[in-house]
């Protein structure tokens, strides 16, 4: 005859529903089925077009290699892609040297902090398309500043600001600005203020403090801050079709092309190029340590 | 260890610096209509270790931080050595300074952290290495050079903060909460061994705290601060026995307050009338007749007394009765209440010798006339 057992306070279902157990099959699901139906949404209207469009370059007019292999021997290509690649890290150096100041500038300023996000943040609500046309009225040959250099009398003659590589690269740098500073700002803000201080009671300048603690330490937002910006900037065509020079085509302003003329093949195997080469890029990002974790809590 | 942080640019074959003496006159620091530090006037000697002493808020910190030139006084003036230093980036002013989470550069090695004042002074390579390694032995932490802050433990990363202010020979080390981030067991060991490194080195030490135990174990004097101001400064022994006004008493251990009258004077004894009885006590000032006043009495001070007690005339005695035993360990905490209604608390040593208080057991009390203070 055995003693009846009295069940322990510890044992199953003595404290239910207290924790949830994310180890059960079941609940692990429960947050793909939340997220399901945006899951699908975006399988169809836009994975489902993208690898549409992949296949086109393996299988236009019939299942081969061919689009790839003739790249490599091909002019049109090759200087677009140089050109594209050239244009993304003009754009990416040049944002760097406009934004850290600005950054530098946020992270320290207390009171007016909100301002100052406020009048970067404004543009970067604004369409692309409307910002491309200001950059028109604002560089054209009768546009604002030819006006006013000949108003002046600097100038005899407009001068060609329009439709340059210059002006593709300064509307970008302006476009693209916020995603450096952000990022950049983020990480001087994540700085421990006594390390500054720790440096100058160690007989460092404000100089050497920054050279030597400030910057080092805001490597990671500035790295994430380039890639952003370099991969956004492969991709650009509004601003390079509309204020750019005529010769400089970028990769996705040929892709458009090519789609015009129903060269199905040929632009799927320039979008899978373009692709290849942002995810590229984004890869080698995650490779520089901090970056991950910098693009992580740039929106905080 | 002697030679270990010789520095090549002094001359002699002394290693010991002589320390700095630092002046403060009237120090006065407001945030926008809040006042941090209303009037400090201090003087640290040369190679003392002096402890500002209060709690949060009370403008130690901020009295520190005008030192090291992070803040800049709104008035009054900081003196090095008899030299106004007021005017003086913080980058000049050769001062060590241990920061409460250590401030250690996270991209640099414990060695580079180390190295870092000496690369800023044009200290030679070769010469850099030889004194960083010298500073990480003298903290105990030789084979700890290549590893970066986050791959030291909490008392490591103490340590080479420690070796970061001093390498330089500072004549001056300013430590604001140095041991506050550490477990009690490692704090106690680093309290021993900064009272080393103060002895080692010469230099002048100033220590930020709010623990009192810390301040009175490692300090030659403490500056207890409130309220922006210094409330009293003096030897450990000095305030404990001494305190000069209610809040110093509160802060620094425990002590019981008891209303009292005073109703005479017999030198520099002053006689009062508490809890029904006469009450012995001493003081620095003069109160009037029939003043007001409060007596204060550590609660180790307090014994019970009994049969075989002799009653002194330089002590005090009160009957009261126990309203509470509590078992800490090493003692026994009674509250007590006299016969006038007032509570007390006395600490007895714990032990097999000493017979235990029963709660509502009445009992004698007696404590020393020279452990009695008139706040």
């Known amino acids: ?300 | 260890m002697e030679q270990a942080l010789r520095f090549p640019a002094r001359s002699g074959d002394d290693n010991r610096v002589r320390g700095a003496s630092v002046s403060l006159t009237n120090l006065v620091k407001s945030y926008g209509g809040v006042t941090a530090v209303a009037g400090v006037s201090l003087d640290i000697r040369s190679g003392e270790f002096l402890t500002l002493l209060g709690p949060s808020g009370c403008g130690k910190t901020t009295t520190l931080m005008m030192i090291a030139g992070f803040e800049s006084p709104s008035i009054g003036d900081i003196a090095i050595d008899g030299a106004s230093v007021t005017a003086m980036p913080p980058y000049r002013r050769n001062i060590g300074m241990v920061f409460q989470n250590y401030a250690l550069f996270p991209h640099l090695t414990a060695a580079e952290n180390i190295g870092f004042s000496l690369k800023q002074r044009g200290v030679p390579k070769a010469e850099r290495a030889r004194l960083v390694s010298e500073a990480l032995e003298l903290v105990q932490l030789s084979t700890y050079g290549e590893r970066y802050p986050r791959q030291l433990s909490g008392g490591q990363q103490q340590r080479v903060a420690v070796a970061r202010a001093i390498v330089f020979k500072p004549r001056l080390l300013l430590m604001d909460e140095p041991l506050g981030a550490l477990d009690k067991k490692l704090r106690e060991d680093l309290q021993i061994e900064m009272r080393r490194l103060h002895a080692e080195l010469g230099i002048t030490f100033i220590l930020v705290t709010h623990d009192q135990d810390e301040a009175l174990i490692m300090s030659d004097r403490i500056a207890v601060m409130n309220e922006g101001k210094i409330a009293q400064i003096g030897r450990p022994v000095d305030l404990y026995d001494r305190p000069c006004n209610r809040f110093v008493a509160g802060f620094i251990g425990q002590s019981n307050f008891l209303p009292a009258v005073v109703c005479g004077l017999e030198g520099d004894v002053v006689v009062t009338k508490c809890q029904g009885v006469l009450v012995r006590a001493v003081t620095s000032q003069r109160p009037a007749i029939g003043a007001e006043v409060s007596v204060t009495i550590r609660p180790e001070r307090l014994r019970f007394a009994d049969s075989t007690t002799e009653r002194a005339s330089s002590a005090n005695c009160l009957n009261v009765t126990v309203t509470e035993a509590v078992f800490a360990g090493e003692r026994w905490r009674y509250v007590l209440s006299s016969d006038s209604g007032g509570s007390m608390v006395l600490n007895e040593a714990s032990g097999a010798m000493i017979r235990r208080r029963a709660v509502g057991e009445s009992a004698e009390i007696t404590w020393s006339v020279a452990d009695t203070i008139l706040v």
């Open chain 1, 1 to 300: 005859m055995s003693v009846p057992i009295m069940t322990p306070p510890s044992a199953p279902g003595y404290k239910r529903n207290v924790v949830i157990d994310w180890n059960n099959a079941r609940t692990r699901a429960i947050p793909w089925l939340l997220a399901s139906p945006l899951l699908v949404y975006m399988a169809v209207v836009y994975a489902m077009p993208v690898v549409a469009m992949l296949l086109r370059s393996l299988n236009d007019p019939s299942w081969s290699l061919d689009h790839y292999a003739a790249l490599a021997g091909d002019a049109v290509f090759l200087k677009v892609f140089w050109i594209t690649l050239g244009t993304s890290l003009a754009v990416t150096f040049g944002c760097v040297v406009l934004a850290y100041p600005v950054a530098l500038a946020l992270s320290r300023a207390r009171s007016t902090a909100p301002l100052i996000l406020m009048v970067i943040l404004l543009p970067f609500w604004t369409s692309v398309l409307v910002r491309s046309y200001a950059w028109m009225v604002l560089l054209g040959r009768h546009g604002v500043i030819n006006e006013a250099l000949l108003a002046l009398g600097l100038i005899d003659q407009p001068l060609k600001l329009l439709n340059t590589t210059m002006a593709t690269q300064i509307a970008m740098i302006h476009i693209l600005l916020p995603y450096m500073i952000l990022p950049i700002a983020n990480a001087l803000r994540q700085i421990d203020p006594s390390l500054p201080r720790a440096a100058w009671g160690l007989g460092a300048t404000p100089w050497g403090t920054f050279r030597q603690v400030i910057f080092p330490l805001s490597m990671p937002g500035v790295a994430a801050g380039m890639l952003l910006v370099f991969v956004l900037a492969l991709g650009f065509y509004i601003t390079p079709a509309m204020v750019g020079s005529s010769s400089d085509i970028t990769l996705s302003m040929l892709i458009a092309q090519e789609v015009e003329q129903l060269n199905w093949g040929y632009a799927g195997t320039l979008s899978a190029v373009l692709l290849a080469l942002a995810l590229a890029m984004i890869g080698i990002g995650q490779l520089v340590p901090g970056v991950s974790n910098a693009l992580r809590t740039t929106k905080s």
